[in-house]
Nanobody, 126 residues
Framework: EVQLQASGGGLVQAGGSLRLSCAAS????????IGWFRQAPGKEREGVSC????????YVADSVKGRFTTSSDNAKNTVYLQMNSLKPEDTAVYYC???????????????????WGQGTLVTVSS
């Protein structure tokens, strides 16, 4: 069974940092691109950052460039999203997803999706 567990969200003041984790199980982690997505209240889901199975970022949203960094630990089947200099507009539910290697991972298009994590809420106060 494909499972992705996102965790690490919480309440933080503007300018602060959080590290999200996406722990994967039930599939060969190395065979997929892992994407981070977020959905703010009243807005559509958007792609934030994607990382290939080799550990190289394949996409980073302009809105988070220079502030967010994605990394992976294949031995732990876990991908991380380090979020620094957080802004109130970063407030959203953050999801991770596994995307097939020949798929797409970008701001507004992604897939084929192997599975979604359940989401973790990040709230940035001003």
């Amino acid at each position: 069974e494909v499972q992705l567990q996102a965790s690490g969200g919480g309440l933080v003041q503007a300018g602060g940092s959080l590290r999200l984790s996406c722990a994967a199980s039930g599939f060969t982690f190395y065979d997929y691109t892992i994407g981070w997505f977020r959905q703010a209240p009243g807005k559509e889901r958007e792609g934030v950052s994607c990382i290939s199975s080799s550990g190289s970022p394949t996409y980073v949203a302009d809105s988070v460039k220079g502030r967010f960094t994605t990394s992976s630990d294949n031995a732990k089947n876990t991908v991380y999203l380090q979020m620094n200099s957080l802004k109130p507009e970063d407030t959203a539910v953050y999801y991770c997803a596994a995307i097939t290697l020949n798929g797409i991972c970008s701001a507004t298009a992604w897939g084929p999706i192997k599975g979604w994590g359940q989401g973790t809420l990040v709230t940035v106060s001003s």
